[in-house]
């Protein structure tokens, strides 16, 4: 499976974005796939991951009630909604796959090449 992420770029605070992850492969909708993200100066953490049926969702508690991750198995692809954006999650966002669900970086077995989100006025 290969990944590619795109949406990032420059927001105020307050505003929205959606990214978005596109994989190659039929075997995409056999995996659960994650977003996760890496700020300047510190670790890659987890963020929002989702069930290969799209039935399963779950949240690093700093975004929930404001990003929203879905997927299209028909488009192959994965998506992270992001309103009420904030300057802490300024950070690269990566898409990655896994079985049943990759909430941890171990747990990942695809990467996508990243997309940088600035949140800033």
């Known amino acids: 499976v290969q990944l590619q992420a795109c949406g990032g770029g420059l927001v105020q605070p307050g505003g929205s974005l959606r990214l978005s992850c596109a994989a190659s492969g039929r075997a995409f909708s056999t995996y659960g796939m994650g977003w996760f993200r890496q700020a300047p100066g510190k670790e890659r953490e987890f963020v929002a991951g989702i069930s290969w049926s799209g039935t399963a969702t779950y949240y690093a508690d700093s975004v929930k009630g404001r990003f929203i991750i879905s997927r299209d198995n028909a488009k192959n692809t994965v998506y992270l909604q992001m309103d009420s954006l904030k300057p802490e999650d300024t950070a690269v966002y990566y898409c990655?796959?896994?079985?049943?669900?990759?909430?941890?970086?171990?747990?990942?077995?695809?990467w996508g090449q990243g997309t940088l989100v600035t949140v800033s006025s």
């Open positions: 990655a796959a896994g079985r049943p669900m990759p909430t941890r970086m171990s747990g990942a077995n695809y």
